[in-house]
């Protein structure tokens, strides 16, 4: 400053990463800095390059809670952990959290605070595991079916200690259950492998003939987060874990569409208009699902799919646990005009199909409902190709999409989906 002299100042490295995340100083005070001893937060300081000399005694205080650790086991042959186990975790904290959000602040979250967490859960340990199985089968196709049979051991176990400690929530454990099921989105996504039926029931996804009614256990779960994280937001909002709580109501939502985007969404909610057969209860929760709809689709143009101001992975994932219970209903049911917004939400997961978790869902999402489209017009309800233009928009954006980045089997698809529509077969 001109006349005077600047203050010096000494930043430290040294912190808590409960205060680093809050953004605040730490008084270094161990075992428990006084803002977490305050908030009653796990306090978790950064390892420090050790010494040749002491390095066989010192221990990493990153990877040591301050509570007594279970004794975590191998839930296929009760065995102490493995080579494997240490393989999925260092591919979880190295590669898989940098997949779960675009922001940074987040990804340190998953790296550093939920491993704490996990050493003290061992539910939510185990949901590591399957989680990192499930990449890593990704990342190496010939071990797929051995690490798929991994994961699905390490989920089971995962969920039924998820599932016991619901029984029972306490400020001790409800940051643990609260990024178990956000884990509980990826690993179904992940563990569909891009078929596109998590709307569905067991068997009645792409190709398939199954019963109507009814949904998969899993979307219960997914939205059963939502009600996880709004009993438990205070003491959630005490952590560091806060960070993932990114509200939708807290967003803002009134970015400009292009006029014939606009156009499109509103001619969607000409469909169940006053002469329509809906109950009122039915009409609005269209409506909202569609309100939902724009306002995300105008967030990801806005930010752009790899924004690192809002995590544009949850606001687009946000919009299948949001939605009102009766328009999953009418899902369900094979509403069509509850299939119309479903396809539609085909283009927002095509905006983050770069995403390993998020392969091929879109397109596959798309041809399911497209059939289930196709069988109501067979049926005689306002004739073959009524339903047409209503998805034409979606068919026509992943058509483009396919064109840009995909080979000439995926290319073409959802060309023959389209053609089958317009010729009724």
């Known amino acids: 400053m001109p006349g005077g002299s600047r203050r010096p100042h000494c930043k430290t490295r040294s912190g808590c990463l409960g205060c680093k995340a809050r953004r605040i100083k730490c008084d270094e005070v161990k075992p428990s800095c006084g803002t977490c001893t305050r908030y009653s937060s796990p306090c978790t300081f950064p390892a420090r390059l050790s010494t040749p000399q002491n390095s066989t005694s010192s221990r990493s205080p990153s990877l040591i809670p301050h509570s007594p650790q279970p004794s975590f086991t191998n839930p296929a042959s009760n065995t102490p952990f493995n080579t494997q186990h240490l393989e999925l975790l260092h591919l979880y904290t190295t590669t898989t959290v940098y997949t779960f959000t675009t922001l940074p602040a987040q990804a340190q979250i998953y790296q550093h605070i939920v491993p704490q967490l996990a050493f003290r859960h061992p539910f939510l340990l185990s949901g590591i595991l399957a989680l990192s199985a499930l990449h890593l089968s990704h990342l190496y196709p010939a071990r797929k079916d051995q690490l798929h049979r991994d994961a699905v051991e390490y989920h089971d176990v995962a969920l039924k200690g998820f599932k016991q400690e619901l029984g029972s929530i306490t400020k001790e454990n409800c940051e643990a259950l609260y990024v178990f099921s956000t884990f509980l989105v990826v690993c179904a996504w992940a563990g569909s492998e891009g078929k596109g039926n998590l709307f569905f029931s067991e068997g009645e996804g792409e190709g398939a003939e199954g019963e109507e009614g009814g949904t998969a256990e899993w979307a219960n779960l997914l939205r059963g987060s939502r009600t996880l994280a709004r009993d438990c937001y205070a003491w959630v909002m005490d952590g560091p874990v806060r960070t993932f709580i990114q509200l939708y109501n807290d967003q803002p939502k009134f970015f400009d569409l292009p006029e014939e985007d606009t156009g ?93 978790w998020l392969k091929g869902i879109s397109r596959h999402l798309l041809r399911s409902v497209c059939r289930m489209i196709g069988k109501v017009g067979n049926a005689g309800d306002g004739g073959e190709g009524k339903w047409e233009a209503w998805i034409s928009w979606p068919l026509q954006e992943l058509v483009l999409t396919e064109f840009r980045g995909e080979g000439e089997e995926e290319k073409y698809g959802l060309m023959r989906e389209e053609n089958r529509l317009r010729v009724g077969s």
């Open 264 to 356: 499109r969404f509103a001619a969607l909610e000409t469909l169940w208009g006053p002469e329509s057969a809906f109950t009122r209860a039915e009409k609005e929760a269209l409506s909202e699902a569609l309100r939902h709809l724009k306002e995300i689709y105008a967030m990801l143009l806005h930010y752009g799919a790899t924004s690192q101001k809002l995590c544009t992975i949850a606001m687009t994932i946000a919009w299948s646990t949001i939605t009102p219970d009766t328009y999953i209903s009418l899902v369900s049911q094979r509403c069509p005009e509850a299939l119309v917004l479903l396809a539609h939400y085909c283009l927002l997961l095509s905006k983050i199909d770069n995403v390993w």
